[in-house]
């Protein structure tokens, strides 16, 4: 999938947002986040940047509705990326879902099929599935 820069910073901006949504940025949240915005091919410095001032983040869906629907994965990933599941997590998750056009059964069934994969990793397929399931 190909991304204009634009679209690299909002989905690093998402992920740090979600990360500092309960209050404590945890090593993995950072790890997790360095991680995609190097695949991303954003500098380190870039990165670091932008987590040390969530202040100055904008967000803005992706247009493509295939990369809402593997972004908002990134998102559950980074919730649970600690082993906890806080209620302030779960509103931003539920927040961002409706900017995203996506149903509360949607998020509901998704974030109950995570729990069936190790590291709550739904097969691509699965996913798709899911999506398509609740959008009709």
């Known amino acids: 999938m190909t991304y204009t820069t634009e679209e690299k910073r909002h989905i690093i901006s998402e992920l740090i947002l979600m990360a500092h949504a309960d209050n404590h940025l945890k090593k993995e949240e950072v790890s997790f ?6 695949r991303m091919d954003l500098s380190e410095e870039e990165i670091d940047y932008m987590i040390n001032h969530p202040e100055e983040l904008t967000t803005m869906p992706p247009k493509d509705y295939t990369k809402r629907i593997v972004h908002f994965h990134r998102m559950m990933l980074m919730m649970h990326i600690d ?21 509360k059964t949607t998020v509901d069934a998704l974030l109950q099929t995570m729990l069936k994969y190790p590291h709550g990793e739904i097969p691509p397929s699965e996913l798709m599935q899911i999506h398509l399931r609740n959008s009709n």
């Open 83 to 103: 082993g906890h599941v806080d209620e302030l997590e779960l509103q931003l998750l539920h927040e961002v879902a409706l900017q995203y056009g996506f149903r």
């Open 33 to 38: 986040i360095t991680s995609v915005g190097k």
